[in-house]
């Protein structure tokens, strides 16, 4: 039998800063967001799972759809050991301990929580070392610094480098095409996040993730100028007084949180026409109903799921055509998705993931 390989303890810089080592390639893996498997799976497209011993129940629940099709595609992956978000204090040290990973994969917004329950050091004193990464809070900052974290402690710099030069390039599609027409105007957006979930509106964000995207894609996010933080919520009465130009929901599958709600369900092999019906329904919220964007038919929805996956850059695609329509005509979201499953993903593409109210 050939000598087992002996692997190399390197220092790696997560996306909070800390210094960690870690023996790599990392052969046991817990995913402490189960929405984590979207890079993973790139990653090691021919065995997504072959390194993953524990990942987070998040998955599941909220993107049922994906979740489904990775089940479907690899029925292993239904006995791993699952676990709850640190945030909640629902993460089982004890069980990750005895699981004997290698490492454990957090999201960067959880690293309060995890020091309020010394998460951290009590997998240390077990040998087990941690690191952040982060799609969600700042990814037009963290994205590819958790691409090549992750690629590196997995053995996979190769992968992680042409997954990061293909995000790169189809970003420079927007950005190089703006920056080459000159000046134009601006249209004020309003991202209404995840309307129908809950009665509440409106919740929206502020200068990152889908407000970064907005201001990428050529357009001012009125959430930029009112939230603080990257999560806030606008009151209706604003809504109507900015008098948004274009109004953008994120939508997804929450049948398992919140049943039979009045979301709009996006997501891979979404109904489409069940969502246009509960966009239209969303539009008619007196927040809404009278705005500039209702009565020109520019509100859209799009896969809320975007907002923590490493693949944002085919929404700033999409987006950018929304904002846009006559600079970006030729530009085809749908196609570079289409691209990334079949260079990058091990599970096949399926559309679903954005729609234009019916007219």
Known sequence: MPALAVADTVTVTDVTGRQVEVAVPVRRVILGE???????????????????????????????????????????????????????????????????????????????????????????????PVVYVDFRHAPSRNIEPSLRLLGQVFGRTQVAEALIAFRVAEIARVTERLAAAGPLAKPLVMLDRIPGYSDECCLSFGNENFGAMVAAAGGVNLGSELLPGTFGTINPETIIVRDPDVVIVTGGNWEALAPNGAWVGLGPGADLRKAQAKLAALAARPAFRSTKAVRAGRIHAIWHQFYTSPYQFVALQQIARWLHPELFADLDAEETLRRLHERFLPIAYRPGYWIDIAR
């Not at 790139?42 to 599941?60: H, K, M, N, S, Y």
């Not at 290698?102 to 040998?127: C, F, H, K, N, S």
């Open 34 to 128: 189960g929405r984590q498997i979207h890079l993973a799976a790139a990653l090691d497209r021919d065995d997504p799972f072959g390194r993953i011993v524990g990942w987070g129940e998040d998955f599941e629940k909220s993107d049922p759809d994906t979740h489904a099709a990775y089940l479907a595609r690899f029925p292993r992956a239904a006995a791993l050991p699952r676990f709850g978000s640190p945030n909640s204090g629902a993460f089982d040290i004890e069980k990750a301990i005895s699981l004997q990973p290698d490492l454990v994969v957090l999201g960067a917004e959880t690293q309060r929580p995890a020091g309020e329950i010394r998460l951290v050091e009590r997998l240390a004193e077990a040998g087990i």
